[in-house]
């Protein structure tokens, strides 16, 4: 009667959620300032005036439209919004036609690999890697091809990944700037991406579609973010406003296919038939309209640059070794044994919550989420400080 293998997956233990569900239970028995929670990526800035006076103003309409299915690729209005845009913002041709309304980027790319792969297909992502990228690729019954990135800069490593690309590829997934590591690829990088891609095309007469999964693209401190459907023809956008306007928990982002890709509108086709398949029927109505009218509007990177600053200076004078983030809110640190899942639980001594790379797909590492209170990374250094000790 169960399905045994969404039973696996539900049974299955999520690391980043057990350290989160350990921290909340531990806050309440020694106290909030006590933890020093670094597990989950709950952007810590609030979302922008301008947001919350939108659902103000969108809630204060006729309640029946308020709260109406809209057609399953969004309202046209605001993929229009959207459309106009990516157009300004990018320099690439946009219509509503482009756009495809969604609830956050889970369900952009799980819609995508479902809608462009067919069972048996491999799909390749750059390790460390956003750990449901294996969970949404299985569901297309296709297999996730690990490839390292290159180390120490974490880009892509080309080599390896013409080396794991097989006539069974039809897509690439890329996340910058990147969680766990928060590095952003270079144009360089993505120009050898794209001509390899290319290159493996033509050598193998297929398509490689590349995803760009970019819930982090307005989260960037000065490295340029290049628009990746402007270098590889075949590359399908999965947006999201979870962590540009601080929406996590509202669930709303887009898909945009872009015209370049030669069969778009075949592929626009498919991405409804998946969307339909999975049951979204439309993205949440009332964030729809809401993003519509708050498109452009600056996140507060400010907030999260301090916080990289403060930590990484912190971390610096105790000597520990990470990798310079370009973007997103994650610092990606060298676990002092090899064993990252021993270091993490060592590092909960000190009330230290760490999440090993394991659950990224690389060992060695931890990843700290720092979009946290300020003041929670100034104290969280003693433990820090402690916790090396107990290495020395
Ligand atoms: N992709 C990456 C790399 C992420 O870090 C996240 C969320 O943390 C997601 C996708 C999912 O984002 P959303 O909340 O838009 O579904």
């Known amino acids: 009667m169960i399905n045994e293998r969404m039973h696996d997956l539900g049974a299955e233990p999520n690391k980043i959620r057990e350290l989160f569900a350990y921290g909340m239970a531990r806050k309440a028995e020694i106290g909030a300032e006590n933890v020093f929670d670094y597990s989950i990526g709950n ?18 309409k006729d309640p029946v439209i ?11 209005t605001v993929r229009r919004a959207i459309a106009d845009h990516i157009r300004d913002t990018f320099g690439i041709p946009a219509t509503m036609d482009n756009v495809y309304v969604t609830s956050g980027a889970s369900s952009c790319i799980a819609i995508t690999l479902a809608a462009i792969t067919n069972p048996g297909d491999e799909v390749i992502t750059i390790s460390p890697y956003f750990p449901e990228y294996k969970t949404w690729t299985e569901n297309a019954g296709c297999t996730l091809i690990e490839v390292p990135a290159e180390t120490p800069s974490f880009q892509p490593d080309i ?19 990147n969680n766990p590591v928060g590095t952003v690829y ?20 297929t398509r490689i579609m590349l995803i760009s999964d970019e819930p982090y693209r ?39 296919v872009s015209d370049l890709i030669p069969d778009a509108r075949e592929l626009f086709t498919a991405i409804s038939g998946a969307g339909r398949s999975l049951g979204y029927i439309c993205a949440p109505v009332l964030l729809q309209r809401v993003i519509a009218q708050c498109l452009g509007i600056p996140s507060d990177v400010a907030t999260y640059e301090e916080n990289r600053r403060i930590l990484c200076k912190g971390l610096d004078e105790l000597g520990y070794e990470y990798v310079e983030p370009d973007g997103a809110f994650y610092l990606w ?17 000190f009330e230290l919550l760490l999440v090993p790379s394991d659950s990224f797909g690389a060992t060695g590492w931890v990843r700290l989420s720092y979009c946290i209170a300020k003041d929670t990374i100034e104290r969280s250094m003693p433990a820090f400080a402690k916790l090396k000790e107990a290495y020395a």
């Open 159 to 177: 080599p390896a990944i013409e080396a794991a690309i097989t006539p069974k590829t039809s897509a690439v997934i890329i996340n910058t700037p």
């Open 333 to 349: 640190v060298r676990a002092l044994e090899d064993d990252a899942v021993a270091f993490s639980e060592r590092a909960k001594d």
């Open 43 to 60: 952007p810590s800035v609030p979302a922008p005036d301008a947001v919350t006076e939108q659902f103000r103003i969108q809630l204060a």
């Open 66 to 76: 308020v709260h109406e299915y809209t057609p399953s690729p969004g309202d046209p």
């Open 186 to 205: 270079t144009r360089a990088s993505l120009e050898a991406l794209a001509s390899l891609l290319q290159e493996k095309e033509r050598e193998y007469g």
């Open 218 to 256: 307005e989260i960037v401190y000065g490295a340029e973010v290049p628009y990746v459907p402007s270098l590889y023809e075949d590359t399908i956008v999965c947006y999201s406003f979870s962590k540009s306007l601080s929406l996590p928990g509202e669930r709303i982002g887009y898909i945009y």
